[in-house]
C-alpha cells in the first residue's frame, strides 16, 4: 500500500479563496483523522471520521472548515473562505483499530500559505 | 477531555548521551500511549507505544515508561545519534482521539 495520500502538497492562496485538501486513506482502514500542525499550537485535531462517518468535529475552529468522506477511500477539508491565520500543515491520517489501540499513519501533509 | 503536557519543548544533547522526555495526561480513562517522531519536513511517525497495563517497554536504543498512579509517562532514549535530531510527540488516547502534547525538539550535536 502506497501510504495515505494526501494532495496538494503545497497550496498558496490568497484571502478569500476556497481551499480544498484531499485525503486517501489506506485501504481498508476505518478511521480518518485530520489535523492541523502550527508552530504555536501543535498538532490540533479538527475532525475523524469512522466507517465515512463524522464522529467528532469539536475541533474543527470555525463554519468556514467543512469535511466530507463520501466513501471509504476518499476524504476533503475544505475552507472557504480561507484567511491568513489559516496558514499551517494540514495532514490527514488513517487507523485500523478498536477502541483506544492502534497506529495512526499520518500522510505527508499539505502546506497551506494564504497571502 | 484529556490534557497532554509534555517537556523540554527542547533538548539538546551531546552524540552518546541519553535523552528524556517526559509527559504527564489528567484522564484516568486514558490508556494507550504513543509516541511519534517527525523529523524535519516529514510526517509524524510512530517510534514506540505502552498501553496501561504495562509499566516498560524498549525497543533497541527506545523505551518508554509509565506510571499510571501518577499520569505520567516518559521517552528515554539511549546512546543518542545524529539522526535522533527531530520533534517528538507525546499522545494519549481517550474515546478514539488521540491528545498528542506540544512536542520536544531533539538536537544531537555531533
Known amino acids: 500500500d502506497a501510504g495515505v495520500i494526501q494532495s496538494p502538497r503545497h497550496e498558496v492562496t490568497e484571502m478569500g479563496q476556497e481551499v480544498t485538501l484531499r485525503c486517501k486513506p489506506i485501504?481498508?482502514?476505518?478511521?480518518l483523522f485530520w489535523y492541523r500542525q502550527t508552530m504555536m499550537r501543535g498538532l490540533e485535531l479538527l475532525i475523524y471520521f469512522n466507517n465515512n462517518v463524522p464522529i467528532d468535529d469539536s475541533g474543527m475552529p470555525e463554519d468556514r472548515f467543512s469535511a466530507k468522506m463520501p466513501n471509504a477511500s476518499f476524504s476533503t477539508l475544505k475552507i472557504q473562505p480561507s484567511e491568513p491565520r489559516d496558514s499551517a500543515v494540514y495532514f490527514c491520517a488513517s487507523s485500523l483499530r478498536r477502541l483506544n489501540t492502534g497506529e495512526l499513519f499520518f500522510g505527508e501533509g499539505s502546506r497551506l500559505t494564504v497571502l | 477531555g484529556e490534557n497532554v503536557e509534555q517537556h523540554p519543548s527542547t533538548l539538546s544533547v551531546q552524540e552518546g548521551d541519553s535523552a528524556v522526555i517526559k509527559c504527564t495526561y489528567s484522564?484516568?480513562?486514558?490508556?494507550?500511549f504513543p509516541w511519534y517522531k517527525q523529523e524535519l519536513g516529514k510526517r509524524p511517525q510512530l517510534i514506540i507505544d505502552i498501553r496501561s497495563n504495562v509499566g516498560e517497554k524498549k525497543d533497541q536504543r527506545i523505551a518508554v515508561t509509565l506510571n499510571k498512579t501518577a499520569k505520567h509517562f516518559s521517552l528515554h532514549i539511549t546512546e543518542t545519534q545524529p539522526e535522533d535530531s527531530a520533534v517528538y510527540f507525546c499522545a494519549a488516547i481517550n474515546f478514539n482521539k488521540f491528545y498528542f502534547g506540544s512536542g520536544t525538539k531533539l538536537n544531537v550535536k555531533p
Open positions: 484522564d484516568s480513562a486514558s490508556n494507550y
Open positions: 485501504s481498508g482502514h476505518d478511521y
